[in-house]
């Protein structure tokens, strides 16, 4: 029976990571339900209750309102289909949904190795006012996996990471790697300011400093965490087409890291200016190490991108990675991680 009782254990573990971060519901291990439901008692169905819609993220940071009933419905169905005694708790939980008003914001929360969870206030649409950035795309997820299994290349460094959105690999850095500062930056006010506002959602203090490139704001000392010991961390406002070599000089990174920015030829040219600007600003001597992380949905603008960095000097090779899921992104999509060579 101990075989059986894990099994079911990982299944529902299965379901709170995927639910809490709000994937799409095709995605979800309906069919392994299904096949469980046939040789256990439907009451597994509450055990994914309690991990799912009753979890306490779930409870204090729910995802939409649209998502929670359509999950609740397909629960629902697929236990109807076992022709087994109706689950109140079920009903009750759908019921409770129906009385919600939807709103153009949710929340997405995912579970640390370390036992922690990160939480992201996001918008419900994909592209919302002008811009893709104020969503979680999967090469942030795939990336934040990479740092947690690689934090020596971070540990007790200053970090900056271009194009940042709304921060969950910066902020999953923050948490599990031990980085000695983190400076987040984007360019659009409307991500800025929900980036800030998930620092925050996640215990953490904004840095109060004059830098040329960045609008720092400092949190009230009452939101600090008592006792808390993580990174220095800003938020820089930076402009890939007017930033300027001296400007990044000012931030002294150790390590440059990115997520999907590499999906335009226009934003693609933008980022090799910013990158030869970068191969001249060296922090204790020496040039940044930096990491790209993207999917590749178009193989001519992965192309384009390595051709452009060949014509300015800057070389690239392929970190070999190996997909854990510490996270839950598509393990189908083709997502690389490149490290350039300044």
Known sequence: MEPVRQDGRALALRFQARFLAARPLGSLPWADLEQKLKNSDSLFLLDILQKTILHPLSMKYPPSVKYRRCFLAELIKKHESTAAEPLDELYEA???????????????????????????????????????????????????????????????????????????????????CNPKAYIFSDYHQCVLEQLKENIYLNGFVLESEDMNCTKMQSRDQTAKRVGFQGPKVAVAELDWESVTQEQLWELHPDVVIAADVVYDPEVTLSLIGVLQKLSASKANGKNPEIYIAFTIRNPDTYHLFQT???????GWHVIPTEKKNLFPYDTHSDITILQLLL
């Open 308 to 314: 452009e960095l060949g014509k300015v000097g800057i």
């Open 94 to 176: 759908l019921a409770d949904t129906l009385f919600k008003e939807e709103s153009t914001h949710c929340y997405k929360s995912y579970l640390l190795p370390t036992g922690e969870s990160i939480t992201l206030s996001e918008t419900v649409a994909i592209i919302s006012q002008g811009t893709t950035g104020l969503v979680t795309w999967d090469a942030a997820l795939y990336l934040a996996e990479w740092a947690i299994e690689n934090s020596t290349v971070l540990n007790n460094r200053t970090v900056l990471e271009l194009g940042s959105g709304i921060g969950l690999t910066g902020i999953v850095i923050s948490k599990a």
